[in-house]
């Protein structure tokens, strides 16, 4: 499980996932038909989201399938930016998805 701290368009949103990585292509199709191309992602680490998250953490882990399942942990962009500081977080992933034509 990866909990992920994804920059978009329209705001920052954590997420918690299964994918076993940030660029599997199931994953990155998947926020695609979400309307979420391009973006910059951090990897938080586990501990970390599970503590500043607490019990809504829980919750939302106990929702999440096994294999290859993405679940929404916040929404709240701000409040996100203030739980995590960029020194806390892994290297950043720049994605943009192809052009379409």
Do not use: C, N, W
């Amino acid at each position: 499980m990866k909990a992920i701290l994804l920059l978009t368009a329209s705001g920052a949103v954590v997420f918690l996932s299964t994918y076993p990585s940030l660029t599997h292509p199931g994953l990155l199709k998947r926020l695609k038909r979400k309307g979420i191309g391009k973006f910059i992602a951090y990897e938080i680490p586990l501990e970390l989201a599970r503590q500043r998250y607490a019990g809504h953490f829980f919750v939302v882990e106990q929702d999440l399938d096994d294999i290859d399942d993405l679940r929404v942990l916040d929404l709240d962009g701000q409040r996100a930016f203030r739980l995590f500081r960029f020194e806390e977080l892994g290297a950043p992933l720049l994605q943009e998805a192809e052009a379409e034509t």
